[in-house]
């Protein structure tokens, strides 16, 4: 949903006229939204019933810190961040379409206050897309330098156990 999120709103930019640059408008708006809601109902999931697996021993304080702080980071801004895109839009003052949703003008039109939101947002959206990608190298040094179980923890599902020989 985040990849989708990135890619409508730059081919947003590169829309050949308003109409298409107001559909991938209103699809980057959607998938905001849904990507709020999961994350919600994600970040519930995990506080209520979610069982971690401890820490590899060898892994340090510093690594089990920064760990716990990035995946917080992540949920900080997948909840922040739909928040911003729907502030900058309500305070343009116009009324907008999402999901299947026309929501009318909630206010006059902040022009001063619409860019700063849009600064923010824009800025997170970077921040988010850099946590991810720690993340993701994070997760990968531990399977492919450390070899060590991290990796296999945080999937879904239960990995097949190792055969013998």
């Not at 708006?29 to 919600?40: E, F, H, K, M, P």
């Amino acid at each position: 949903m985040v990849l989708g999120m990135f890619a409508s709103i730059l081919l947003k930019d590169f829309a050949a006229d308003r109409d298409q640059a107001a559909t991938f408008l209103y699809i980057h708006r959607s998938l905001g939204v849904t990507t709020w809601i999961v994350a919600i109902c994600r970040l519930v999931w995990r506080l209520s019933f979610s069982f971690l697996p401890p820490f590899p021993e060898t892994m340090s304080k510093v690594q089990q810190w920064l760990a716990k702080t990035s995946e917080y980071g992540l949920y900080a801004i997948l909840l922040i961040q739909p928040l911003t895109g729907l502030g900058q839009t309500v305070t343009r003052g116009r009324p907008f379409r999402i999901l299947a949703w026309e929501v009318p003008g909630m206010m006059s039109r902040d022009s001063v206050l619409t860019e700063l939101i849009e600064k923010l947002h824009r800025r997170s959206a970077w921040v988010l897309l850099a946590l991810i990608g720690l993340h993701i190298l994070a997760a990968l040094f531990h399977r492919l330098v450390l070899k060590d179980e991290v990796l296999q923890s945080m999937l879904p599902w239960k990995p097949l156990p190792r055969r013998g020989g």
